[in-house]
């Protein structure tokens, strides 16, 4: 396990805007930074760090807390693993404390696959350059493409031995566990025992955008085996096909320095590309582009140039991918080679300012491109050219937003000659395309319904005593070291039992206060979270005198996180939409903290008085007995009286 000191030295070092920056696109705002979430489907900023309280909120998912809760959220890294990655990002060396044997059994299976792969990819990579086979296989193919030794160790590029076990053996020589080799893919296990997956290939370790290898690409070099050329790493719990990019860590910083993407689709094409200068290009990995890939793009940019072949396979590639991408927001371009070109071949026989030249005056937007391809196709046929206009229009009405749709239409008809009334006329029919029924059979009936809108639920009624408890945490986190004035509220009785009211105005600190009068009641917190982190901020007051909120925030409890992250950005949210230039003014709270504090304390007061009562009545009615035969009923008169004082103090209507 990682020690404790370890752990407070990552917390120390580490800044968050730094390492989210690797991740997500951040410009400056006040004193804070904003960006696009990285969580969900926005074109306007809702993702908000504070390098100075250390943490992040995505106020379009909610989520939120301190750097290593984002590499666990965004990266989806256990707590150690998120540790590891920071002190290895900001050279920490870290001490371990002895595990026992059940421990390291519990070790995450997650963190085991990732260990597999990366002694995969440099097993794979010293095979390349120290074994005669790989030299003369490996290193020899990799030469004749043009890449450079740099390229190669860049790119972490390999070959995986012929003899059929090779691998299999150094792997569990070094201490990995067999099921582990199998689960990762690299290793299949049959009848005849254990063989290497890649053995006799080359290899392209796939990474995560952190640079964690997930997988790998092979590609078979001999013409004469009958097996498939090219053979990427099975689905396991690290790697999904449909959600990664080849080159995707390589090239994110200059994806978001560039504002844009080239999206390729060959391992090769990446490399080539990469080593001529063009270093902001990934590849779909031969597969056909999905959503989960073009929003790792969307991380970064929200413009994309996909580069495809000359020939009819690979525009008709590019035409499938246009509408998700432009169903995701996207700006899309289409850059096409010429005829027995690809990204490869054109980047490895010109050089980095051809190229660039070429891809700025060849990149046709998505409608120009769709409309040239497409009447290619129709020859003068007014039918053909129907359709053809119908396919654009569906691409159009793809586009999220509106003034996009708008001036993409008007360019269609002016190419395409079909007036825009027309064209609006098919895209409003798009638009309005009904809802098929859904049919559900009950007995030997058969019904239709529309499917159920989730837009259309409406979220559950908040307890309104959560938020005031959560405004309690709020007020200790921001003020509760402040010195404010107080207006109390002094209960006293007469002669005849009477509640009586007198008001005074006292001066203490507003953790004294909160503290004093919830003690008084005898509060305990209906959401535990809530109550847990009152009791830790009462604690650090009464025996520190303050608190940091930057360290209470880096408890592993990841709720407790999520909450304190929500209370210390929460007044900061206006600053993403520039209330200020709308001449909207948000009131700083500090200025009327005494305020603050006694209507919440008095608010939260009255609430409970309005269950006890709630309480006492219910009981009676159970019991059911006479006004006059019981106690219960004056006690719900007492708590009457002193839900009217508390009312009249907050000048409420009953």
Request: proline share 3%; aromatic share 8%; hydrophobic share 35%.
């Amino acid at each position: 396990m990682i020690s404790r000191n370890t752990i407070d030295q990552v917390y120390e070092t580490a800044r968050v805007e730094e390492v989210i920056g690797d991740f997500v696109v951040l410009k400056k705002s006040g004193s804070n930074f904003k960006g696009l979430s990285p969580f969900s489907q926005e074109r306007t900023p809702s993702f908000m760090v504070s390098p100075v309280k250390q943490i992040w909120k995505d106020f379009s998912s909610g989520k939120g807390g301190n750097v290593v809760a984002f590499l666990m959220e965004h990266e989806h890294f256990t707590y150690p693993e998120a540790i590891r990655f920071l002190a290895k990002k900001y050279n920490i060396e870290i001490e371990e404390t002895q595990q026992s044997s059940e421990e390291k059994d519990k070790m995450n299976l997650r963190e085991s696959l990732y260990l597999v792969n990366q002694f995969a990819q440099e097993q794979f990579s010293k095979d390349l350059w120290e074994s005669t086979e790989g030299k003369a296989i490996g290193l020899s193919y990799f030469r004749e493409r043009g890449f450079t030794e740099d390229t190669i160790r860049f790119f972490g590029l390999g070959y995986a031995a012929e003899q059929r076990d090779y691998f299999f053996k150094k792997a569990q020589k070094s201490g990995y566990a067999e099921n582990h080799l199998v689960e990762t893919g690299l290793v299949i296990k049959n009848e005849r025992g254990n063989v290497d997956r890649f053995r006799g290939r080359v290899l392209f370790p796939i990474r995560s955008m952190a640079g964690r290898v997930q997988g790998f690409g092979g590609r078979i070099l001999s013409s004469t085996t009958k097996t498939a050329k090219y053979l990427n790493s099975p689905e396991s719990d690290v790697y999904h096909k449909s959600q990664v990019l080849y080159g995707i860590f390589e090239a994110k910083k200059a994806i978001a320095r560039e504002d844009v993407c080239y999206l390729v689709e060959g391992y090769t094409d990446v490399i080539q590309m990469f080593q001529k200068g063009v270093e902001n290009v990934v590849s779909s990995s031969g597969t056909a582009l999905t959503p989960e890939q073009i929003r790792l793009i969307r991380r970064l940019t929200s413009n994309i140039v996909v580069l495809f072949d000359g020939d009819a396979a690979g525009l008709r590639a590019a035409l499938r991918g246009i509408d998700l991408i432009l169903e995701e927001g996207m700006n899309v371009r289409i850059c096409s080679f010429p005829e027995g070109e690809d990204p490869d071949s054109f980047a490895k026989s010109n050089n980095l300012e051809e190229i660039q030249s070429y891809l700025s005056t060849q990149a046709k937007d998505f409608i120009q491109f769709k409309t040239d391809l497409l009447l290619q196709e129709v020859d003068n046929d007014p039918v053909k050219k129907a359709t053809t206009v119908r396919e654009i229009v569906q691409s159009i009405a793809k586009i999220p937003d509106a003034i996009k749709q708008e001036i993409y239409l008007r360019e269609c008809a002016a190419q395409m000659q079909v007036s825009e009334e027309v064209l609006f006329n098919a895209l409003a029919q798009e638009k309005n395309k009904k809802v098929v029924p859904v049919r559900r059979i009950e007995g030997d009936k058969v019904k239709q319904e529309l499917p159920k809108q989730t837009s259309d639920i409406k979220s559950q009624p908040e307890n309104p005593l959560l938020n005031l408890e959560k405004q309690i945490v709020s007020i200790l986190l921001h003020y509760g070291n402040e010195e404010a004035f107080f207006d109390e509220v002094l209960l006293t009785s007469d002669a005849n039992g009477n509640l009586l009211e007198e008001s005074k105005t006292v001066q203490s600190k507003v953790y004294e206060k909160v503290f004093l009068d919830l003690q008084q009641d005898e509060v305990e917190m209906i959401q535990p979270q809530f109550q847990t982190l009152y009791t830790q901020l009462i604690d650090k007051f009464q025996r520190e005198g303050s608190v940091q909120p930057e360290k209470m925030i880096q408890q592993e409890d990841a709720t407790l996180g999520q909450i304190l992250t929500d209370i210390l950005l929460e007044d900061e949210e206006h600053q993403l939409h520039q209330w200020e230039k709308k001449n909207i003014f948000v009131k700083d709270r500090k200025s009327v903290i005494g305020q603050l504090v006694s209507e919440t304390i008095l608010t939260f007061r009255r609430y409970l008085v309005d269950q006890k009562i709630q309480n006492l009545v219910t009981a009676a009615q159970e019991q059911e007995v006479r006004a006059e035969e019981t106690e219960l009923l004056e006690e719900v008169m007492q708590y009457q009286s002193l839900k009217k004082i508390l009312s009249k103090k907050l000048n409420r209507v009953l």
